[in-house]
Nanobody
Framework: QVHLAESGGGLVEPGGSLTLSCVAA????????????MAWYRQAPGKQRELVAS???????NYVDDAKGRFTISRDNAKNAVYLQMNSLKPEDTAVYYC?????????????????WGQGIQVTVFS
């Protein structure tokens, strides 16, 4: 019903920058009316998935401590998109990054809110 398309990952040297993008798209049968929170999670090999940053529909943000001051999350509600600007990247930022859209409401199912995940995108920071 809703597909999250992620882009912008890749290889970067320590200290470098990357910007991740995620766009949530419905279909002609499942038009997105609203999305509560959009977020980025990451999962490194052998570790649990963790929240990196989130932004509510009114712009309230939350960051994991390690990302504060280095990463910036932003949204374009008109495009159902969320972005993650990552600066001063470190090898420990290496992970698969997942986009999450929380509280998605569709026009054809009023009163129902669901969460959706992207497939994940690899970010590798290496020297």
């Amino acid at each position: 019903q809703v597909h999250l398309a992620e882009s912008g990952g890749g290889l970067v040297e320590p200290g470098g920058s990357l910007t991740l993008s995620c766009v949530a798209a419905g279909t002609i049968f499942s038009i997105i009316e609203s999305i509560d929170a959009m977020a980025w999670y990451r999962q490194a090999p052998g570790k649990q998935r963790e929240l990196v940053a989130s932004m509510s529909s009114v712009g309230r943000t939350n960051y994991v401590d390690d990302a504060k001051g280095r990463f910036t999350i932003s949204r374009d509600n008109a495009k159902n998109a969320v972005y993650l600007q990552m600066n001063s990247l470190k090898p420990e930022d290496t992970a698969v990054y997942y986009c999450n859209a929380g509280g998605v409401r569709l026009r054809n199912t009023p009163g129902i809110a669901r969460d959706y995940w992207g497939q994940g995108i690899q970010v590798t920071v290496f020297s």
